[in-house]
């Protein structure tokens, strides 16, 4: 079982910028792709990025490409989502997830373990 606290969300203006963090818990993090997805209200959850075990590749949705940078630290059980130039646009609550099959997976029901999402607001 995998354990995923997500952190580091908030109120940013719109051009601004924000780092999430997901922390794991267990031993296996290093083994698991591990993905960031986002919900904004009325709409269904969205890929946004995907890290692979060894961060050695990524994939992005079109909507972040060029904005978001997804990295990860196993030694610290850690994936990061770096936001910058945000916009309103990019207002939801994000998720991480993790991936035991370890594919660069972009649909929700890929992913075995979810965190409890955190809330990022871009006011314009």
């Known amino acids: 079982q995998v354990q995923l606290v997500e952190s580091g969300g908030g109120l940013v203006q719109a051009g601004g910028s924000l780092r999430l963090s997901c922390v794991a818990s267990?031993?296996?993090?290093?083994?698991?792709?591990m993905g960031w997805f986002r919900q904004a209200p009325g709409k269904e959850r969205e890929f946004v990025a995907v890290i692979r075990w060894d961060g050695g590749r990524t994939y992005y949705a079109d909507s972040v490409k060029g904005r978001f940078a997804i990295s990860r630290d196993n030694a610290k059980n850690t994936v990061y989502l770096q936001m910058n130039s945000l916009k309103p646009e990019d207002t939801a609550v994000y998720y991480c997830?993790?991936?035991?099959?370890?594919?660069?997976?972009?649909?929700?029901?890929?992913?075995?373990?979810w965190g409890q999402g955190t809330q990022v607001t871009v006011s314009s």
């Open positions: 997830a993790a991936d035991r099959s370890n594919g660069l997976a972009l649909t929700s029901y890929e992913y075995d373990y």
């Open positions: 267990g031993r296996t993090f290093s083994s698991y792709a």
